[in-house]
Nanobody
Framework: VQLVESGGGLVQAGGSLRLSCAAS????????MGWFRQAPGKERAFVAR????????YYGDSVQGRFTISRDNAKNTLYLQMNSLKPEDTAVYYC????????????????WGQGTQVTVSS
């Protein structure tokens, strides 16, 4: 099983980034997928998740209206479009896969990527 995040980097406040998560080694299309983030000294926190069928997406309060989660089951890839970035969005971003609920809780996730750093300067 592999989840490989990419697309992180340094961006100014107000800018945008698009993260990708390439999945392999498990049946991606039947797994719920999520994005979490971890800032230094803090717990890994929920950002967004999308159901296996792409029928529902759910966001954390701090990113609602700015971030969009999507998936391409034909490409086994998860995405996170991040707009209007703020310095408080600075963190390592992780993608995860699960067939369990609740999908907003990191302990429900079976597989994780290694993370990609996002830094937003003020």
């Amino acid at each position: 099983v592999q989840l490989v995040e990419s697309g992180g980097g340094l961006v100014q406040a107000g800018g945008s980034l698009r993260l990708s998560c390439a999945a392999s080694g498990f049946p991606f299309s039947i797994y719920h997928m999520g994005w979490f983030r971890q800032a230094p000294g803090k717990e890994r926190a929920f950002v967004a998740r999308i159901s296996w069928s792409r029928s529902t997406a759910y966001y954390g309060d701090s990113v609602q209206g700015r971030f969009t989660i999507s998936r391409d089951n034909a490409k086994n890839t998860l995405y996170l479009q991040m707009n209007s970035l703020k310095p408080e969005d600075t963190a390592v971003y992780y993608c995860g896969a699960t067939r369990r609920t609740p999908t907003t809780t990191k302990d429900s996730y079976d597989y994780w990527g290694q993370g990609t750093q996002v830094t937003v300067s003020s």
